[in-house]
């Protein structure tokens, strides 16, 4: 039953931990959204490169958890057919029970065939494993049926879907390459806000299962990673935007090949140092008309205490409490603004007034919205997860959004955050009741 949770439970992380990617390189380093193409060595291999990282109540049934996990960030309509899972990537979910930062039960998730014929195996789970059938990426007008395996009160599915994630990436990186005082949303007049990821499409593994299975449903506390291994580790993930907004790009790898039981030795003065240069950047020019940092949205927190909450890299779910960003992340929920506030100890005059996914999400599992398709403009239903849905059709880009490099408009600060830094920052928060009392069970 643990080995169960804990499997379900990886996954999620792992789309959580994309969440916490953080954009932090000069010019010439893409900035990633969430964990999206957060470092040079899971650029490389998008199949390993985790986006996201989900764990929430079923909107279905509230005594199951929902784990999703994203890889192959930003797939154009038009690249469906060349995003898919790797038969040489391994993708694990690993499960902490006693706060010692060693996994204590490891789920993996391998994939086998190709095309319309490649399938997924699940081992480490209660029942044995289990073999499913990959809802295979394609180009028709109407995108395929999602292909759903039931085993044993287990739900599963691993195929294409809309990118959930939400977030106005090219003001966001304008206003970091040159702070200015915005004037809507993170953009300057005339820019308007927009979602960069509206339109692009992600390859998620989704698992579904009782809570019970792991944990007390009422009571029960649990902590998580994700990794994703071919011959050696190449990403993890648990807090959004960490790796991507607070590691220096010269220990992007690095920090994607560690583990949690090292993390506050290696890099938690970094992290610090980091969020410091980010603050003293931004408060050079909003002290002044916007006002100076009035605590964000959980009080007052030093640079330090941000390193300590995000340090080690570790999703935790407190079941006593809402599952919902920090606790657990819901796929409606607004991580950028959150993490912005957080890392930058702001709540007034940050936001990059992207509120909800361009697509509504499905009341039903697998949850995440169909898959944008290159010959169709999808018409957008009313949200049933409470995602505000933005616009009433989901236009099709012509080409990826293009994530690397400075905008160009100013001078770089140098500024270590990247577009989902502040979502990652955010997540890996997980309250400070939470973070005080996993210092003191280390």
């Not at 560690?258 to 950047?281: I, K, M, Y």
């Not at 030093?302 to 796929?331: C, H, K, M, W, Y």
Request: hydrophobic share 40%.
């Amino acid at each position: 039953m643990r080995k169960f949770v804990l499997s379900g439970f990886a996954s999620l992380c792992v789309l959580v931990a994309a969440v916490v990617l953080l954009a932090t390189g000069g010019p010439g380093r893409p900035s990633s959204g969430a964990d999206h193409r957060d470092a040079p060595g899971a650029e490389a291999n998008k199949p390993a490169d985790i986006t996201d990282v989900y764990a929430f109540r079923s909107p279905a049934n509230s005594a199951n958890l929902v784990l999703g996990l994203g890889v192959n960030g930003l797939t154009a309509p038009a690249d469906n057919l060349s995003a898919n899972f790797s038969n040489a990537v391994t993708y694990m979910i690993h499960v902490d029970l006693n706060s010692d930062l060693v996994d204590d039960a490891t789920v993996n998730i391998n994939f086998a065939g190709s095309g319309a014929t490649q399938t997924y195996t699940i081992t480490g789970l209660p029942g044995g494993a289990i073999t499913g059938d990959v809802t295979p990426p394609s180009v028709d007008p109407t995108a395929p049926a999602p292909k759903i395996k039931d085993q044993g009160g287990i739900k599963s599915f691993a195929g294409q879907r809309d990118d959930a994630f939400f977030f106005d990436l090219t003001c966001f990186k304008k206003f970091k390459a040159a702070p200015y005082v915005p004037t809507s949303g993170l953009c300057k007049s005339p820019d308007q806000p927009s979602d960069t990821f509206k339109g692009t499409n992600v390859s998620y593994i989704v698992i579904e299962f009782p809570i019970s299975a792991i944990a007390d449903p009422n009571t029960g506390v649990i902590q998580a990673w994700a990794s994703t291994s071919q011959g050696a580790q190449v990403d993890r993930m648990a807090i959004p935007a960490l790796n991507t907004a607070l590691i220096p790009t010269a220990q992007k790898d690095a920090f994607n090949a560690g583990a949690p039981a090292t993390d506050a030795a290696t890099f938690q003065s970094t992290v610090q140092t980091e969020d410091q240069n980010l603050r003293t950047a931004v408060n050079a020019v909003l002290d002044g008309p916007v006002g100076p940092e009035d605590g964000g949205p959980f009080g007052q927190k030093t640079p330090a205490e941000v390193a300590d909450i995000v340090q080690p890299d570790i999703v935790r779910i407190d079941f006593s409490q809402p599952v919902q960003f920090t606790n657990g992340r819901q796929l409606t929920d607004d991580v950028i603004d959150t993490a912005l506030k957080l890392v930058l100890n702001r709540t007034a005059g940050i936001t990059d007034a992207i509120s909800g996914n361009d697509v509504a999400f499905l009341s039903t599992f697998p949850y995440f919205a169909p898959p944008h398709q290159p010959a169709a403009v999808q018409a957008t239903a009313t949200p049933t997860t409470g995602a505000t849905a933005a616009p009433t059709t989901a236009p099709q880009p012509a080409a990826v959004p293009e994530t690397g490099g400075e905008p160009g408009d100013g001078a770089d600060l140098g500024w270590p955050i990247g577009g989902t830094l502040i979502a990652g920052a955010l997540l890996t928060v997980a309250g400070a009741v939470m973070v005080i009392r996993r210092r003191l069970t280390r």
